[in-house]
């Protein structure tokens, strides 16, 4: 069985998908547009940490992550959208449940020393997942047989549900 390096990638992404826990939190935003959803599709790479970024590059997205020119740090997501989701981010990788506690803790601090410390937690978050990924992309056998195991398991579920089609019809 041969596979494209791009199909291996992808085993190897749901792979991890498995096996890494995210830490409870709410719905992180886009560090460019904090009325949106941080994702995957959008087209401006620096509006999202992705699990290959390297540790300049969490810091350069995290430090050009928009925030506003109000003096201190508080959590509002409504006037403070950019804000707030910094601090959110900050709360999931240090296991706090409110970010609001979080925020109580920048109150005299300004943007630089929290894109800092978010910079700094989202690193560490990461180390584990990225170090996890890294060495199973390094085993293509490995990624090979899982991925050809997902093959085979697709192609009988299909099967079982054209045979049930083709009964109903």
Do not use: W
């Not at 995290?62 to 006037?79: E, F, H, K, N, Q």
């Not at 700094?120 to 195991?149: C, D, W």
């Amino acid at each position: 069985l041969h596979m494209s390096p791009v199909r291996l990638l992808v085993a190897l992404m749901y792979i991890l998908e498995l096996t890494i826990s995210i830490a409870p939190t709410r719905r992180v935003l886009s560090l460019k547009d904090p009325s949106s959803k941080m994702s995957k599709s959008s087209p401006d790479l620096s509006s999202r940490i992705l699990l290959t970024d390297t540790d300049a590059q969490i810091n350069k997205k995290i430090r050009g992550a928009v925030t506003d020119s109000i003096l201190g740090v508080t959590y509002d997501p409504v006037t403070r959208p950019g804000t707030s989701n910094l601090l959110t981010i900050l709360a999931a990788c240090t296991g706090e449940e409110d970010a609001a506690v979080v925020a109580k803790s920048y109150a005299s601090k300004g943007h630089g020393e929290l894109k800092a410390d978010v910079a700094e937690a989202v690193i560490a978050f990461m180390s584990k997942p990225r170090s996890e990924f890294e060495r199973l992309r390094g085993q293509n056998a490995y990624l090979t047989e899982v991925a050809h195991e997902g093959f085979v398991e697709a192609v009988n579920i299909s099967r079982a549900t054209m045979f049930e089609v083709k009964r109903l019809v």
